[in-house]
Nanobody, 128 residues
Framework: QLQLVESGGGLVQPGGSLRLSCAAS????????IGWFRQAPGKEREGVSC????????KYADSVKGRFTISRDSAKSTVYLQIDSLTPGDTAVYYC?????????????????????WGQGTQVTVSS
């Protein structure tokens, strides 16, 4: 059974940083794409970043390029999202999700409809 558990959220001041973790179990991480999504109150869920399983390529939403960095530690079955230069606009519940199993050269996408397993989310609040 696929399971994803997010951690690392919290309250941070504008300009601060956080590292979110997504611990995966029940499947082989390298055969799946992992995406990070966020949802603020009253807004649609937004894909912010994803990383492909075997190609290890990544994508970012335009709104977070240069501030968010996704990475994967296959030995720990964990995907990380480093978030720098946080602004109040980054306040949201952040979710990780898995899409797969995928083909050898498949790339990840930022469309949440493609993902079939989700974590419970972790709250990120940016406020002074």
């Amino acid at each position: 059974q696929l399971q994803l558990v997010e951690s690392g959220g919290g309250l941070v001041q504008p300009g601060g940083s956080l590292r979110l973790s997504c611990a995966a179990s029940g499947f082989t991480l390298d055969r799946y794409a992992i995406g990070w999504f966020r949802q603020a109150p009253g807004k649609e869920r937004e894909g912010v970043s994803c990383i492909s399983g075997r190609t290890n390529t990544s994508k970012y939403a335009d709104s977070v390029k240069g501030r968010f960095t996704i990475s994967r530690d296959s030995a720990k079955s964990t995907v990380y999202l480093q978030i720098d230069s946080l602004t109040p606009g980054d306040t949201a519940v952040y979710y990780c999700a898995a899409d797969g199993p995928l083909g050898l050269y498949s790339l990840c996408v930022l469309d949440y409809n493609e993902y079939n397993a989700w974590g419970q989310g972790t709250q990120v609040t940016v406020s002074s």
